[in-house]
């Protein structure tokens, strides 16, 4: 090789068509068997995540199977005993089919490592939004899991291009197997495959820089261009937050579009005619009926029993707080209002109308199969402990995924709608920030404005202010109070006492899965009858015992 003829000889092989074509060959055996690979993985993936134990047994017998045995044996068999069962494949055929079906099993598991690395209360706040599975998987779980999974899908990539060199063995001509037909007709070993060798390390390094920029566009830490300038987003499926164009009347959308107030103009306003009663709402409190009616619900875990046969209602408009030590089953409670979790036993109605559940003619309660388009209908938004913001979207694109994905409403109406909303609760400048660029405060208050986004009859606050520091406690109940004086039907599960006696028009205190006692603040906070009332609230930070009286605000319309 330090010979100019050698040199010379190396260079014309590597520039020789001949083996250039077979590179091609490997690309495309590489390329087709990887997508392939990827889509059966994906399937073997959720299947192991299965609750139907066949479909994980299955999952799980393929993945030993293609695991354990050799990739050349595999290629041998389905070239040589296939024909035997009346099925016949090329060489290319074979080659694509064969290595597709030995990265499935590889893909299965590092797909179902990704989907894994996900935190659950992502999955969990995609369906309190009335998103379904497969939509949550595409929208919310895969884009986060990509960052996990793509390290070892371009090993994967890598490791398939050169081992499409033992493809030779079903007589497929990619770049090894031309370069052998070269050596056995010229006997120049060292130059022929060190030719190989290099086109080969081309080739790799294409992939190693595709899978580095891919992470760095992945990185949520990187500098973010504007949304409109990002293609690869759009390609990621991800809503691009566009500048506004004219909408749609506002009767087309969840979410009523409103001109921007004047300055000095009542901050509640635009929210109260956000909010203002539905007519499937009204027609449904028809003579002071109730909106939310909870007979008899029982849920145990484990056999231990959670809740105890909960009576509640809850009337349009209404603010109810539900005090009680932690294991009392409030949590659990609110969870099942949008049947998030099932019930035992019992029967929940918003609207006169159950969500998620069909009563047979016999009284019998049974879960719906569209449980995902049930909430969807029901239109009840949750917000959570620990604001389970879906961390690859903006507050913007958080704000927008609901309306756009779940309700159709056209995406420049979303988002004027949602800069709305980002403006009534004091983030309109940051719309454009990832949630871990976010104080906590700001986070949960990004979660109201996404739960307001679909126009909601009902409210269910889920400990809002408990993962907060003292300091940002404030800014969240202050939005939570504009909602209240707006006439927001609200749940609140909250242990913030001055809250509760300010706000609240009922009190519910809860024990040990049961209602213990209920009525306005002035009489379960100031004067409880129950002796576990007044023990809870004498060990509770910030219950004076002579509070001072705080009236309610009223919006005017």
Known sequence: MNSPSALNEFASYLLSGFLWGGAWIAVQITALAM??????????????????????????????????????????????????????????????????????????????????????NQAVAAGSLGMGPFLTLRRIVLPQALRTILPGIGNDVISMLKLTSIASIVFVQELTFRAQQVVGQNFRFFTVFAAAALLYLLMTSVISLVQGWLERRLDLDRPRPAPEASPWRRLLGWTPARPARAVRPAAASPVPAAPVPPAGAEAPCWLGRLISPRSDVAGANAGGAPLIVCRNVQKQYDGREVLAGIDLTVNAGEVVVLLGPSGSGKSTFLRMVNHMEAMDHGEITVGGKHVGYDKSPMGVIKPRHDLAAARARARISMVFQHFNLFSHLTALENVMEAPVRVHGVPEPEARETALRLLAEVGLERHADHLPHRLSGGQQQRVAIARALAISPRVMLFDEPTSALDPELVGEVLSVMRKLARAGMTMIVVTHEIRFAREVADRVVFMDGGRVIEQGPPEQVIDAPSHERTRRFLGVVDGAPAVPAPVARMQVVS
């Open 35 to 120: 997508a392939m690979g990827l889509a059966l993985g994906l399937v073997l993936a959720l299947m192991r995540g299965s609750r139907f134990a066949p479909l994980r047994g299955g999952a799980w017998f393929y993945i030993w199977l293609m695991r354990g045995t050799p990739q050349l044996l595999q290629l041998v068999f389905i070239f040589d005993a296939l024909p035997a069962l009346g099925i016949k494949l090329g060489s290319f055929a074979t080659a694509v089919i064969g290595f597709g079906l030995n990265q499935a099993a590889f893909s299965a598991e590092n797909i179902r490592g990704g989907i894994a690395s996900v935190n659950r």
